[in-house]
């Protein structure tokens, strides 16, 4: 088969390394890729909102396969345009993605189906989310409803910074059109666990379990960002939760989804807390989370080709979805100055450092070719992995490992994964 993958971040180098490694793949094509997914497949120069380039490039290389990652072209409706085009495609049509394309969908969806989730209101009028503010419990969540680059999440403590949390999103659109309206949310406490799960529309089949750490610096302080490392599976994601979330949360999203004339075919993220009062749905992502990606993947057993064209085909019920019982830790290299504003340009070396290596990897999330090097070209650069027997060891391993790369400029977290050592 001839496959190409959409996408150019770590989560896509991370699907990129499964996919290489199936029988069934002849040439493998990544648009466009980046300097790491460029070892496993031939990258090509076209963006992941150029649909008529690429569904062109598709039909001239007889590509038989497609694998969108993101979530802009996922919403935007890239699917679609590929199927149009005769060729098979992974991830949700647009009449789905809308679960992660519009938090007020999502919201009312929960909401009808009885989906366990935060209390809500959803605004389409600044002054309405203001007046609703006076009488509000905080700390309170506001989210712009569209898509945001994962941070139009405001977490605010009291009433003044809710007010200035609403102007900014609604009022100065600081997250655009995205904006336009808003989901003032609960504001729940608990271990925040991340699920991702495939599905044909019709059966759901469960990932491990990971967890993100979202805030840019130790002790999650500092600003939202993209995620800056992981670890799977989470110790705190029992088996009895397990069952609870596949019952309540995790089929009946599917079942939803479909009566709801949105059959949702591809990747669900289960963004979950367990709260006191058990499993609530933070946020679904209509696609693999970053970094999740990146310590989920290297454990799964299965062709992740053979399982992605049984979520096409709508066969996903003889899949037999296995991962190793080991654990994962991924630690993020970023560029000194993310999520704001950073240089990027700098030569990454120490890269060959992991050839040959099973149980360490480096997932590229922001870097190019340039003048023969391999450079930084982004916020996110490195995507350091490592498994282990357990998640100590993994941990171990991964902070070992950001030792072998450098550039200028490093930055990373020195605390992934310590809640491991509260289990
Ligand atoms: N790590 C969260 C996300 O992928 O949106």
């Not at 345009?81 to 679960?99: H, Q, S």
């Not at 600044?126 to 009488?135: C, F, I, M, V």
């Amino acid at each position: 088969m001839n496959v190409l993958l959409v996408g150019g971040g770590g989560r896509e180098h991370a699907i990129a390394m499964q996919i290489a490694k199936s029988p069934k793949v002849d040439k493998f094509y990544c648009a466009p890729g980046n300097a790491g997914i460029a070892s496993l497949a031939e990258c090509v120069s076209i963006g992941v909102m150029e649909f008529d380039k690429l569904v062109a490039f598709a039909k001239e290389k007889a590509i038989d396969f497609v694998i969108v990652a993101p979530d802009d072209p996922l919403a935007a409706g890239l699917v679609d345009e590929f199927e149009k085009a005769g060729i098979r495609a992974f991830g949700p049509r647009k009449n789905a993605a809308i679960l992660e394309g519009s938090k007020a969908f999502s919201k009312d969806l929960m909401k009808k189906y009885g989906i366990p989730t935060a209390a809500y209101e959803n605004f389409d009028d600044a002054q309405a989310a203001l007046a609703y503010l006076e009488t509000a419990q905080f700390p309170i969540v506001l989210k712009a409803d569209g898509l945001a680059l994962g941070k139009g999440v405001l977490i605010c403590m009291n009433k003044e910074e809710a007010i200035a949390g609403v102007k900014e999103i609604m009022q100065d659109k600081k997250f655009g059109t995205a904006g336009n309206r808003m989901v003032v949310e609960q504001f729940m406490t608990g271990r925040e666990v991340s699920v991702l799960t495939f599905t044909d529309g019709k059966t759901i089949r469960v990932m491990t379990s990971a967890q993100d750490h979202k805030r840019a610096k130790d002790n999650d302080e500092g600003l939202n960002t993209g995620g800056m490392g992981t670890f799977s599976p989470s110790p705190f994601y029992t088996d009895e939760i397990h069952e609870y979330c596949v019952k309540n949360i995790y089929q009946p999203t599917v079942d939803a989804m479909a009566k709801e004339g949105r059959t949702f075919q591809g990747v669900i993220f289960f963004g979950l807390m367990l709260t006191a009062d058990g499993p609530k749905v933070l946020e679904y992502n209509a696609r693999f989370g970053d970094p999740e990606t990146q310590v989920v993947l290297p454990r799964m057993k299965n062709d992740l080709l053979e399982v992605m064209e049984a979520c096409v085909d709508g066969t996903l019920d003889q899949i037999d979805l296995q991962f190793e019982d080991n654990a994962a830790v991924c630690v993020v290299l970023a560029s000194d100055g993310y999520p704001v504003s950073y240089e990027k340009g700098f030569e990454i070396t120490g890269l060959e450092a992991f050839e040959g290596k099973e149980d360490y990897f480096c997932f590229h999330a922001g870097s190019k070719f340039a003048d023969g090097k391999i450079v930084t070209n982004g916020g996110r650069v490195l995507g350091v992995t490592a498994t282990g027997a357990d998640l100590k060891e993994a941990r171990r391993k991964a902070y070992e490992a950001t030792k072998w790369v450098n550039f200028a400029n490093k930055y990373m977290r020195n605390d992934i994964g310590k809640a491991i050592d509260e289990a």
